[in-house]
């Protein structure tokens, strides 16, 4: 069973950089995709970012492209988001996901998801 851990959420200013971290555990992730996405209270789930385990291939959502940037360490099995030039908007609970397989912007192609870390950005 793939357990997903995050953690590194709080309570920030506008302009100011966060890491979100998920500790992945319960398989090998080598042939796994594992994406990050949000939601703010009263809307819909968006895509955040994505990787493909193995070769390493992100996608990105529009609002925040150039911002933030996804990475993951193989060794430690745990994903990470850098968020820069963090805005008011960006405020919302942050979750990573995994799928075996290609990364894909849709969250319904997802099969495993951690609870989730609250991002919040004051203005």
């Known amino acids: 069973q793939v357990q997903l851990v995050e953690s590194g959420g709080g309570l920030v200013q506008a302009g100011d950089s966060l890491r979100l971290s998920c500790a992945a555990s319960?398989?090998?992730?080598?042939?796994?995709?594992m994406a990050w996405f949000r939601q703010a209270p009263g809307k819909e789930r968006e895509f955040v970012a994505a990787?493909?385990?193995?070769?390493?291939?992100?996608l990105y959502g529009d609002s925040v492209k150039g911002r933030f940037s996804i990475s993951r360490d193989n060794a430690k099995i745990t994903l990470y988001l850098q968020m820069n030039s963090l805005k008011p908007e960006d405020t919302a609970v942050y979750s990573c996901?995994?799928?075996?397989?290609?990364?894909?912007?849709?969250?319904?192609?997802?099969?495993?998801w951690g609870q989730g870390t609250q991002v919040t950005v004051s203005s």
């Open positions: 996901a995994a799928r075996r397989g290609d990364a894909y912007y849709s969250g319904h192609w997802y099969d495993y």
């Open positions: 319960g398989r090998t992730f080598s042939n796994y995709a």
């Open positions: 990787v493909s385990w193995s070769s390493g291939r992100t």
